[in-house]
C-alpha cells in the first residue's frame, strides 16, 4: 500500500462534510452494492471516487486477486508457522479438489463432517445417552477460538437451537466453571472439550476441573466428554475415546475454526441440517469473494473503507453495532478475529510496518449502546467509524412493532452521526424553549453535533443459519484483504505468547514459592502483596 498516497488523498478530504458528497445524485447506488441479498451501504463516509480508485488500484497493485487465489488454493501462505490457510476447505462443495503437500484435504473433510453429525444427532435424538439417560446439557470448554465463534453462533441462532442446551465455560477463573456447572447434572452432560492443541492452560484446568465434578457422581466420566483438537495423542492421554474425537488439521487457524469441529456445540443445538446452511452461507461469501468484481466486492469493499478510516483517515477504533441482540457477542467474536489477525507491527519479510496496522475493534447491539457509548460516538473528541447491521425481519411475527423500532433506530443513528446539528438549528431549537442571551447560547452550544462522522451498515433479510454464515465469511475476508494491503501475516499469533509464559512461570509463586530473581519491581510488589 501507498500509505503517503493514501494520506494525500486523506488530506484532500478534510473539512469536506459527507452531506455535499451526496450533491451527486447517484451516490447512495455508486457507493452501495448487493451481493446474494446482502446489501452493504458505505455512502455514508467521506470516501470519494478518487480514494476509491486508488484503493482499488493499490489492491490490484497488492496482488490481492493471486493471493486469495493462493489461500483458496491451499498455498502455505501463514509463512511464520509454514502452514496453509484453509478454513475455506472446511466449507467447500464435496467435488472440490484443495491439495496440501499433493493431497486432497476434502474427502477428509467431509468424512469428520459425517462422523461429526453422526454424533450430533445421536446426541439430539438420545441413541448417545449419558449415564442418567439422555443429554440434556452440552458444555463446551475451548478459549479463543475454540469458544468465541460457538458461543456467538449459538446465541445468534437460538431460534434454531432445538437440542439440548448449550453452555460454554472459557475463563480460567473459577467462577465460570463453577456458575455454569451449577445447577447441570453430571449424568445427563456431555462435555465438550475443544482446543487445536490441547495445551492451553485455560482449557486444560477446566476440562480436569468439569471431569472431577462428573467423577463425583458419574461411574465412568471419559464416556461423557468429547474432545475438539489436532491432537490425537493429547486427547487420548486425557482418556477420551477416539470414537468421540474429531480431529482437524493445523492449516485450520483456532479463530477461523468453528466451521468444523470447533463448530460441534452448535451442530449439536441447531442440528446437522442447519449447520450445512451456515456452511453454505459461508460458502456463498467465498464464491462472491473469489469472483465479484473487486468494485462490487464485498469483503473488499468492506476492507477498503476499513483502511480509508483507520490507516488513511487516521481514526484509532471502529465499533460493529449490530442491530439484532442475537448478536451481541459477534463484536466479541470480531475482536479476536480482527486483532488476533492484523495487531501485527511488522510485515511478513520482517521490515518494521509503514503505517499503523489494524485498529481496535469493540461494540454492542444496538438499541443498547445507544444508552450507553453513543455520546461519545455523536459528541466525543474522537472519531469513531461505525458499522451498523441489521435484518429486514426479525423472527418475533406478533412483535413486528418493535422490529420497526430497532430498524428506524439503526437508520436513524447513522443519519445522525452524518448530519448532526448545527449551532444554528441548537441555538432555534433553545430559543423556542424561552431561552436568551448568553444563556441561549451556552446552551445550544451543549446541544451541537458535528455530524461528518462516517458509517457503513449492512441489511440482511434474517438472521438465518446461512446469513450468519455470510456475514462471519464476510468479516474473515476482510481481515484476508486488509491484511495483503498491510503486507502482514494474518494468520499468525505470536504477541500472545509472552504473557503466556509468564503466567506459567508465575503461577508457582502465586502457590506460594519464592519470587524468581530478575523480576520487575511493581510485579515483585504486587506478588508479595497478594502472598500475603
Ligand atoms: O484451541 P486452542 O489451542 O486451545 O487455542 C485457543 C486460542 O488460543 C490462541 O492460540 C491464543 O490466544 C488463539 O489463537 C486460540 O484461538
Given at each position: 500500500m501507498d500509505f503517503q498516497t493514501l494520506a494525500s488523498h486523506a488530506k484532500r478530504t478534510q473539512g469536506r462534510h459527507i452531506l455535499d458528497l451526496f450533491k451527486d445524485a447517484g451516490r447512495a447506488m455508486a457507493f452501495s452494492?448487493?451481493?446474494?441479498?446482502?446489501?452493504?451501504?458505505?455512502?455514508?463516509?467521506?470516501?470519494?471516487?478518487?480514494?476509491?480508485?486508488?484503493?482499488?488500484?493499490?489492491?490490484?497493485?497488492?496482488?490481492?486477486?493471486?493471493?486469495?487465489?493462493?489461500?483458496?488454493?491451499?498455498a502455505k501462505i501463514n509463512e511464520t508457522e509454514g502452514r496453509?490457510?484453509?478454513?475455506?476447505?472446511?466449507?467447500?462443495?464435496?467435488?472440490?479438489?484443495?491439495?496440501?503437500?499433493?493431497?486432497?484435504?476434502?474427502?477428509?473433510?467431509?468424512?469428520?463432517r459425517d462422523r461429526m453429525a453422526e454424533f450430533a444427532n445421536a446426541v439430539r435424538d438420545g441413541s448417545y445417552i449419558g449415564q442418567g439417560g439422555k443429554i440434556t446439557d452440552v458444555v463446551n470448554i475451548g478459549i479463543g477460538g475454540s469458544d468465541l465463534g460457538p458461543v456467538m453462533a449459538v446465541k445468534a441462532l437460538a431460534p434454531y437451537c432445538n437440542g439440548p442446551r448449550c453452555h460454554f465455560i472459557s475463563n480460567i477463573d473459577g467462577a465460570h466453571l463453577a456458575d455454569v456447572l451449577k445447577g447441570l447434572n453430571p449424568e445427563t452432560t456431555l462435555v465438550i472439550v475443544a482446543s487445536k492443541t490441547f495445551t492451553t492452560i485455560e482449557t486444560m484446568t477446566n476440562a480436569a476441573s468439569a471431569k472431577a465434578w462428573m467423577g463425583a457422581l458419574v461411574a465412568d466420566p471419559g464416556a461423557q466428554f468429547a474432545a475438539l483438537s489436532t491432537s490425537a495423542e493429547k486427547t487420548a492421554d486425557f482418556g477420551i475415546d477416539a470414537s468421540r474425537v474429531f480431529g482437524f488439521e493445523d492449516w485450520v487457524g483456532g479463530r477461523y475454526s468453528m466451521w468444523g469441529p470447533i463448530g460441534l456445540s452448535l451442530?449439536?443445538?441447531?442440528?446437522?441440517?442447519?449447520?450445512?446452511?451456515?456452511?453454505?452461507?459461508?460458502?456463498?461469501?467465498?464464491?462472491h469473494f473469489r469472483k465479484a468484481d473487486l468494485r462490487q466486492n464485498l469483503p473488499v469493499l468492506l476492507a477498503l473503507v476499513g483502511m480509508w478510516h483507520h490507516q488513511g483517515l487516521g481514526y484509532a477504533t471502529r465499533a460493529v453495532l449490530p442491530y439484532e441482540q442475537r448478536l451481541e457477542r459477534l463484536p466479541a467474536y470480531l475482536q479476536q478475529l480482527e486483532m488476533e489477525s492484523n495487531g501485527k507491527r511488522v510485515s511478513m519479510d520482517g521490515a518494521d510496518l509503514q503505517s499503523v496496522s489494524g485498529p481496535?475493534?469493540?461494540?454492542?447491539?444496538?438499541?443498547?449502546?445507544?444508552?450507553?457509548?453513543?455520546?461519545?460516538?455523536?459528541?466525543?473528541?474522537?472519531?469513531?467509524?461505525?458499522?451498523?447491521?441489521?435484518?429486514?425481519?426479525?423472527?418475533?411475527a406478533d412483535l413486528s412493532h418493535h422490529h420497526h423500532l430497532l430498524v428506524a433506530n439503526c437508520l436513524a443513528q447513522s443519519e445522525a452521526l452524518?448530519?448532526?446539528?448545527?449551532?444554528?438549528?441548537?441555538?432555534?431549537?433553545?430559543?423556542?424553549?424561552?431561552?436568551?442571551?448568553?444563556?441561549?447560547?451556552r446552551q445550544a452550544r451543549h446541544r451541537v453535533f458535528p455530524g461528518n462522522r462516517p458509517s457503513t451498515t449492512l441489511i440482511y433479510d434474517k438472521l438465518t443459519p446461512f446469513v450468519l454464515g455470510q456475514i462471519v465469511a464476510l468479516y474473515e475476508h476482510r481481515v484476508f484483504v486488509e491484511g495483503?494491503?498491510?503486507?502482514?501475516?494474518?494468520?499468525?499469533?505470536?504477541?500472545?505468547?509472552?504473557?503466556?509464559?509468564?503466567?506459567?512461570?508465575?503461577?508457582?509463586?502465586?502457590?506460594?514459592?519464592?519470587?524468581?530473581?530478575?523480576?520487575?519491581?511493581?510485579?515483585r510488589m504486587l506478588v508479595q502483596h497478594l502472598q500475603s
Open positions: 452494492t448487493h451481493a446474494d441479498g446482502l446489501l452493504f451501504d458505505y455512502s455514508k463516509t467521506n470516501l470519494d471516487r478518487d480514494a476509491l480508485e486508488f484503493l482499488l488500484a493499490e489492491a490490484e497493485r497488492a496482488g490481492l486477486a493471486e493471493k486469495r487465489d493462493a489461500m483458496f488454493s491451499g496453509a490457510v484453509l478454513h475455506t476447505a472446511l466449507r467447500a462443495a464435496f467435488g472440490t479438489v484443495v491439495e496440501v503437500d499433493g493431497e486432497n484435504v476434502i474427502p477428509g473433510v467431509r468424512a469428520t451442530m449439536i443445538a441447531i442440528g446437522p441440517e442447519n449447520f450445512a446452511d451456515f456452511l453454505a452461507g459461508a460458502r456463498a461469501m467465498d464464491d481496535v475493534v469493540w461494540g454492542e447491539p444496538g438499541t443498547n449502546g445507544q444508552h450507553a457509548f453513543y455520546q461519545l460516538i455523536h459528541q466525543g473528541t474522537a472519531i469513531v467509524p461505525c458499522e451498523f447491521m441489521v435484518g429486514k425481519q426479525g423472527f418475533e452524518m448530519k448532526g446539528r448545527s449551532l444554528a438549528e441548537a441555538t432555534e431549537i433553545m430559543a423556542a424553549k424561552g431561552l436568551t442571551g448568553d444563556e441561549l447560547d495483503v494491503l498491510l503486507g502482514i501475516n494474518s494468520y499468525d499469533q505470536w504477541g500472545v505468547e509472552l504473557g503466556k509464559e509468564l503466567a506459567l512461570a508465575l503461577g508457582p509463586v502465586l502457590s506460594g514459592e519464592e519470587v524468581p530473581d530478575g523480576k520487575d519491581p511493581s510485579t
